[in-house]
């Protein structure tokens, strides 16, 4: 069975310093790999996504999550943070032969001025 | 990225009582997907509804509580039946068609007195 792993309930950093939101992930076959942010108040935004290609993937808002086949870990990275970039943020995993979509438990990140 | 609509945004209702909630699309979609989000953690899948057909619920979620319609490309609805407090929770349409990631609504913030 697919699934995803996030070991941090929070993650505090200041701002201007680089974040990392940690996520590790079990599938059978080839991963297809999401991160989602949610705001107060809000739905899941996409952020983005690894299906296949480069190790290093680029999304939106500056961030960007290392693909580590290896290790089986997407974790979501920026290199500098912002006091806005303050919100929940899930790792999920699809399962193309159910075309699903696993959610891991969600990080809170805090980003302090 | 579809625009997607969830009609209420939230609601206050007595036990006992049903609440039907709307998800509009701007543009035609494959698949659309209900999940519960308990407050601060992660999505839990209820059903995927099917366009024209019953829809396809997860373990733990029945039709006679959560019925499921879909009479379009564009327009579901899911009803939650005889409300107890335990169904408190935020309810997110999400969308998905072809290659592209999964989109949410901002979801319906549910309590029930």
């Known amino acids: 069975a697919q699934s995803v792993a996030q070991p941090e309930d929070q993650v505090n950093v200041a701002e201007g310093n680089p974040l990392t939101v940690k996520c590790t992930y079990s599938?059978?076959?080839?991963?297809?790999l999401f991160w989602y942010v949610q705001y107060p108040n809000r739905g899941l935004q996409f952020l983005l996504k690894?299906?296949?290609?480069?190790?290093l993937v680029k999304g939106s808002y500056g961030f960007e999550a290392e693909f580590n086949k290896s290790q089986t870990s997407f974790h979501l990275k920026k290199p500098s943070a912002l006091v806005s970039d303050s919100a929940l943020y899930f790792c999920?995993?699809?399962?193309?032969?159910?075309?699903?979509?696993?959610f891991g438990s969600g990080t809170k990140l805090n980003v302090k001025p | 990225s579809a625009v997607i609509s969830q009609k209420p945004s939230r609601d206050i209702c007595q036990r006992g009582t049903s609440l039907t909630i709307q998800c509009q699309v701007d543009?035609?979609?494959?698949?659309m997907f209900w999940y519960r989000q308990q407050p601060g953690q992660s999505l839990t899948l209820i059903a995927t509804?099917?366009?024209?057909?019953?829809?396809?619920?997860e373990s733990g979620f029945v039709i006679d509580k959560f019925p499921i319609s879909r009479p379009n490309l564009t327009f579901s609805t899911l009803t939650v039946s005889n409300m107890s407090p335990e169904d408190s929770s935020i309810y997110l349409c999400?969308?998905?068609?072809?290659?592209?990631?999964?989109?949410f609504g901002d979801g319906t913030r549910l309590s029930i007195l």
């Open positions: 509804a099917n366009q024209g057909s019953e829809a396809t619920y």
């Open positions: 999400s969308v998905k068609s072809g290659n592209q990631p999964q989109h």
């Open positions: 543009s035609q979609v494959t698949m």
């Open positions: 999920a995993v699809r399962d193309i032969n159910f075309n699903k979509f696993y």
């Open positions: 690894y299906i296949t290609g480069d190790n």
């Open positions: 599938v059978s076959g080839n991963p297809y």
